[in-house]
């Protein structure tokens, strides 16, 4: 039986418990900042019902080929330093609308898992859909065997959106899934003329969930206009706005990440 994640060093789930907080935001950042710091680094997208990813990285109008292996990842980039798999690929019009039964999507994610060629990567980070129910036990199980360096949270700062993500930490705990850190996204509001931060959303809850949970907190993302920007036209962020308050903060997480893979490995 074939392996397509032989040659996978890391894998990172990326979870919370409740819709549009900004994981795949995170996932898309994450994933380009390690590129940036050296390291090949994969995407499997398995928000079934919502995959935004391709459209953030600006490779919505690709395809995904066939090879002896299984699927061919789409590359972002020439240097195919970032690859992504996406049910985004599969569907005949941007428009059409996945109206599946639990049992298609779980089958659908245990075929991610199994036939898409990787290759090497450094790091393979899943972006997952909202919640803790199916595809959330199929992508743990699926991914299991393989020993996923862990998971990491992501939440805004309001009372509501951390009490979901209190949930997504008892999923991660009864299903075994270790906890890297928690992401406080949407981190108050950066003025695009003046740099101040302004709490919009209020702040600290991220932060005080992880002290509550006994976890690491990686650090909070402010709402950034150029960021927001970026993931509209598919453009490289991490790149293009070194200045930006987000970037130092997106930077700062994925040197945490780093840091822990390090550990593992050695």
């Known amino acids: 039986e074939r ?16 819709g549009g907080v900004g994981k795949s935001t995170i996932c898309t950042q994450l994933a380009l900042a390690l590129r940036h710091s050296g390291k090949k680094v994969g995407i499997l997208d398995v928000d079934l019902c919502g995959p935004s990813i391709p459209h953030m990285l600006g490779v919505q109008d690709r395809d ?43 089958a659908l994610i245990k075929q991610f898992v199994a036939d898409v060629a990787w290759g090497d990567l450094d790091f393979l980070l899943v972006d997952t859909p909202p919640g803790t129910s199916d595809e959330h036990i ?25 009490g979901d993500v209190r949930r997504e930490l008892t999923f991660c705990r009864k299903t075994g899934l270790e906890v890297l850190g928690i992401v406080e996204n949407m981190s108050g509001f950066v003025c695009p003329h003046c740099a101040e931060c302004t709490n919009i959303f209020s702040k600290g809850g991220g932060e005080e969930l992880a002290r509550h949970a006994g976890v690491p907190f990686l650090g909070c993302v402010p709402l950034d206009p150029q960021l927001s920007q970026s993931l509209e036209e598919g453009r490289d962020f991490i790149q293009e706005f070194p200045k930006s308050s987000a970037f130092s903060a997106l930077a700062h997480i994925a040197q945490q990440v780093l840091g822990r893979a390090s550990q593992q490995s050695s």
């Open 64 to 106: 995904v080929h066939q090879c002896d292996s299984g699927w061919v990842p789409v590359f972002v980039d020439q240097d195919r330093s970032i690859s992504l798999m996406s049910i985004g690929f599969l569907l005949e019009r941007p428009d059409d609308a996945v109206v599946w039964k639990g049992p298609k999507k779980n």
């Open 138 to 162: 199929s992508s743990v199980e699926a991914l299991r065997p393989y020993r996923p360096l862990g998971a990491l949270l992501v939440t805004t700062p309001q009372a509501v959106s951390v």
């Open 3 to 18: 392996n397509n994640l032989a040659g996978v060093r890391h894998i990172l789930l990326v979870l919370s418990g409740k």
